[in-house]
């Protein structure tokens, strides 16, 4: 059996480091890389670190609006999947990339396995929202990581092919985090002793988009004068320097970094502050109390358990939930037990 594997940003690699090393025992996969995250820093890094086999294909996509990139990407694909004549493809998540795969698939009749079906943040302005809705419409197997998503399908009239197989990165986190303390040295490197400081990540565009939401973030982290790190993403780097905002001297800014160093960053700070859907979840693993900066989150589970504060870019919210918030009850198990990818194996052997 041959599957053609699709991925393109940093969520989707480290969920392939768990998922391809089991499926490469049993058959053939072959990896398109379509190059939607192009830096070194934020591609390139993370093959090299979590032991992904470097993929067959790189379409090297690179940014663009997401016409463009869904575009060149459905283009780029058809070609690479018509010539490796696969026996199903493998996306996740919701990117641009994810949708261009599974797009590809069905017009070509070949089945579509999504790991990472059925979230939903019921927010269709949402590019990964419409991505997510679209591609579990055309899926022919759909791994869900909790029982919410697994409702969320059954109230779109989506019940064949669903299998709750728990969290791919729950199993990365357990696996790569015993790694990350034997290999990464990123605490000394930025000069931060552990527990003392909260870790910030900002990336998503309607928050570096938008200057009053933008705004809103940096001046509540400022304020906060809690000693915080922030791997800078580029493109708020791009919109801080647009909206001239600054940071003040207890926002210890550094580069992004790679995978290993960012658990070790999580695992060791006393709590975070993140809009990316991945870090909320691993807080969540980690036991690290989570202020999100978002409207909205597909993890539900996380807020409901009371390890999760949604704050949008409101910031009083903010301030309240950098300087004070704290988890309100014992954290329960929503997302399997680390062998989801085992899972995912045997039930793509048995079909």
């Not at 939930?321 to 194996?345: D, H, M, Q, R």
Request: glycine share 6%; charged share 25%; with cysteine.
């Amino acid at each position: 059996m041959k599957i053609v594997t699709i991925i393109g940003a940093r969520p989707q690699f480290i969920k392939a480091a768990a998922v391809s090393k089991k499926i490469r025992k049993k058959f053939e996969e072959i990896t398109i890389h379509t190059g939607q995250h192009y830096d070194k820093n934020m591609s390139d890094i993370f093959f090299e670190e979590l032991g992904i086999p470097k993929p067959e294909y790189n379409l090297n996509i690179g940014s663009g609006s997401h016409g463009y990139q869904t575009g060149n990407m459905l283009i780029k694909i058809e070609e690479v999947v018509i010539k490796e004549s696969p026996d199903m493809i493998l996306v996740y998540g919701d990117t641009n990339s994810t949708l261009a795969g599974a797009l590809v698939a069905s017009k070509l009749l070949i089945p579509v396995a999504h790991i990472e079906a059925g979230l939903r943040s019921f927010n269709k302005n949402m590019p990964e929202e419409q991505n997510r809705i679209l591609t579990d419409h055309v899926s022919k197997l759909l791994f869900t990581p909790t029982e919410t998503a697994v409702k969320n399908l059954e109230n779109e009239g989506i019940r064949d092919g669903v299998y709750n197989v728990g969290d791919v990165m729950y199993d990365a986190i357990l696996h790569f985090g015993k790694i990350a303390e034997e290999k990464s040295d990123i605490l000394n490197r930025i000069d931060v002793d552990k527990n003392k400081y909260i870790l910030a990540t900002i990336h998503r565009a309607e928050n570096t988009n938008y200057e009053y939401r933008l705004r809103n973030i940096v001046e509540a982290l400022n304020e906060s004068k809690e000693q915080i790190v922030l791997p800078l993403h580029p493109r708020t780097q791009k919109y801080l320097n647009e909206y001239n905002l600054k940071f003040n001297d207890n926002i210890k800014i550094i580069e992004p970094v790679g995978y290993l160093d960012m658990v070790m960053l999580e695992k060791n700070s006393s709590k975070i502050v993140t809009d990316s859907g991945g870090v909320q979840k691993e807080a969540f693993f980690l036991n690290k109390p989570c202020i999100t900066l978002r409207d909205e989150t597909e993890w539900v589970e996380t807020v409901e358990n009371g390890w999760n504060m949604i704050v949008g870019a409101d910031k009083d919210k903010i301030l309240e939930g950098v300087c004070n918030f704290k988890p309100t009850a014992e954290k329960l198990n929503y997302f399997g037990y680390g062998n989801s990818a085992e899972k995912i194996l045997n039930i793509i052997d048995k079909m």
